[in-house]
């Protein structure tokens, strides 16, 4: 089973939108959204949610009233002020470290498992997704990454499939480390502006690190041709393959309103652009590249010379 893991080192660039176009071509696969922070792939993929779990990451006191005496040792040990006298007052300051349960003279302080969001198996007009949502002010957004990517991996098993496409975090903390460890391939999504371009390098070096190949897709090149060219240059220089340059387009504007892919809204420029750039995947994986369902939007949308 092969995973390719959409990446981006800073917001914005067009991850998802690639993601989704890219979803939309290939036969076979399992998708994930790890953007945990701020899913919104199941926007563009019609997504109807088949299952809903709880996330539990971390632990919260449960405090039992009738037997705490209102002594205050909880408030005098507890270095982030979050519990007075038996009564936790600021949750969100609680870092759960449970100095108050172990020290409470009356064990009237049980340490519980905190529920830190949900994760949920969808189907999509292009198969089975998985995505997730993490809790207000909850800081686990590693783990939730590696949950969702966890169950899409056991998913994509069962049903015989020999692709995930996962589109990552933005950024290279801990989400994007997540996202990206024992994939097979990342594909850094790189507008030309300069936060992206110093933001690829970043990205280059944590995915060096993994030992993973790393591809490049040049998205809204037309913005700023020079830059565009600074990033192909770089990319030369480092060898790293460019798979795709995708042009401005208000098609993406237009798609994400309609709730649909850029490829089920016709632009001819940028179908041929993200067909071949999905050509490049697949040979690299060497995986299918075709799908019958795309093939069929295909010809009812004429989207191919
Ligand atoms: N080639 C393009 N031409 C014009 N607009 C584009 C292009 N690609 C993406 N966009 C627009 O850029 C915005 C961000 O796109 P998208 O949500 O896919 O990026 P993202 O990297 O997933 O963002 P985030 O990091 O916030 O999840 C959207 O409004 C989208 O329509
Ligand atoms: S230490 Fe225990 S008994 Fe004392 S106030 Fe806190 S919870 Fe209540
Ligand atoms: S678990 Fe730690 S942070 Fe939370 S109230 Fe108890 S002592 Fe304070």
């Avoid at 009237?108 to 198969?127: C, L, N, P, V, Y």
Wanted: glycine residues 8%; contains cysteine.
């Amino acid at each position: 089973m092969k995973e390719l893991v959409i990446v981006s080192g800073k917001g914005g660039t067009g991850k998802t939108s690639i993601s989704a176009a890219l979803a939309c071509q290939a036969p076979q696969k399992v998708m994930v959204d790890c953007d945990v922070d701020a899913a919104n792939f199941h926007l563009v993929s019609g997504a109807t949610i088949k299952e809903t779990h709880v996330f539990t990451a971390g632990f919260q006191p449960h405090i039992d009233v009738q037997v705490c005496t209102h002594c205050g040792k909880c408030t005098d040990l507890c270095r982030f002020g979050a519990i007075t006298a038996g009564v936790i007052t600021t949750p969100l300051d609680c870092e759960g470290c449970g100095v108050c349960a172990f020290n409470c003279p009356e064990h009237a302080i049980a340490m519980q498992e905190k529920q830190a969001g949900h994760w949920f198996i969808s189907d999509t007009r292009f198969g089975c997704l998985i995505h997730a949502e993490l809790g207000l002010a909850i800081e686990n957004s590693g783990k939730l990454v590696s949950k969702v990517r966890q169950e899409a991996k056991k998913i994509a098993t069962a049903g015989h499939l020999p692709l995930i496409i996962t589109d990552g975090p933005p950024g290279i903390g801990c989400p994007a480390i997540a996202a990206l460890s024992g994939a097979t391939l990342a594909l850094a999504v790189v507008e030309p502006s300069l936060s992206s371009m110093h933001d690829l390098a970043r990205l280059a070096d944590l995915v060096a690190h993994f030992k993973l190949p790393l591809a490049v897709c040049i998205n809204k090149s037309t913005l700023h041709p020079e830059n565009t060219e600074q990033i192909r240059t770089w990319c030369h220089s480092k060898d790293i393959p460019i798979f795709g340059q995708i042009p401005y387009s208000d098609t993406f504007r237009s798609a994400i309103q309609a709730g649909k892919t850029v490829l089920e809204v016709v632009d001819g420029n940028v179908t041929e652009e993200l067909t071949g750039l999905w050509q490049n995947i697949a040979s690299r994986l060497n995986i299918p590249q075709n799908d019958r369902k795309f093939d069929s939007l295909r010809r009812k949308f004429n989207i191919f010379r």
